[in-house]
């Protein structure tokens, strides 16, 4: 999951889409990769460390760096996976790309996640570009505004350079939400809309979260996959 523009609403999508598959019984890891993202107003969980621990036991390359990145994840009542966010939002710099191989390679084989959900920021690199080829979907969050409307142009003109110079098949993947949003048909894009989520009057993250998470937009990107 990526913003289409700050603020688009991104991570409470992701949130919402790992509350989704976690309550159709899929082990399921949500990882807030967003430097100045917040997980905590959404999931909690007791326990002691953060996605900080988590970055610093990859790059020991300790014998016991899986135990280590166990032993931090957390566990919300709703069944989702998370890790707390770095303590110093400095600290995502921190992880490389080799490093960001190891710890999903770590998640998806030492762990038995079925699905891991990823929120991060939409600013082009070696580990969004990486992010972005092992995703099985894309999800670009927008909504209806003319400012949103020329940003998401601009990506989409990005992505699909993307693809050309480097060969690769990301457009393909890309999805669509448009949030805040009542009628998306005014806005020209090349990738398929998902859903359009209507502005909420919750101010609770929490139950904006839980809102989404089963307001059937999931629905539509399971059966898009088939």
Request: charged share 25%; with cysteine.
């Amino acid at each position: 999951f990526v913003s289409g523009f700050d603020g688009a609403g991104a991570t409470t999508s992701a949130a919402a889409y790992a509350k989704y598959l976690a309550a159709k019984g899929r082990k399921t890891l949500f990882l807030n990769l967003k430097q100045f993202g917040s997980t905590e107003n959404i999931f909690e969980a007791s326990g002691k460390g953060s996605f900080t621990d988590a970055i610093f036991a990859i790059k020991s390359k300790k014998v016991n760096m899986t135990l280590k990145l166990e032993s931090i994840v957390k566990q919300s009542e709703d069944g989702v996976y998370f890790y707390d966010n770095c303590q110093n939002a400095l600290d995502y710099t921190e992880i490389k790309l080799d490093e960001l191989e190891i710890l999903l390679d770590e998640m998806s084989s030492s762990f038995g996640y079925h699905n891991i959900v990823v929120v991060s920021d939409f600013y082009f690199s070696d580990s969004l570009i990486y992010l972005m080829e092992q995703a099985k979907d894309i999800i670009i969050v927008s909504d209806n505004r003319k400012s949103s409307q020329i940003q998401l142009e601009r990506r989409t003109a990005a992505i699909k350079s993307l693809d050309n110079r480097h060969n690769l098949n990301i457009s393909e993947k890309v999805r669509l939400i448009f949030n805040k949003t009542i009628n998306a048909s005014i806005f020209r894009t090349d990738f398929p809309v998902i859903g359009i989520q209507p502005e909420l009057e919750i101010y609770d993250d929490k139950e904006i979260v839980k809102t989404i998470a089963f307001s059937g937009i999931f629905d539509k990107m399971n059966s898009m996959r088939k």
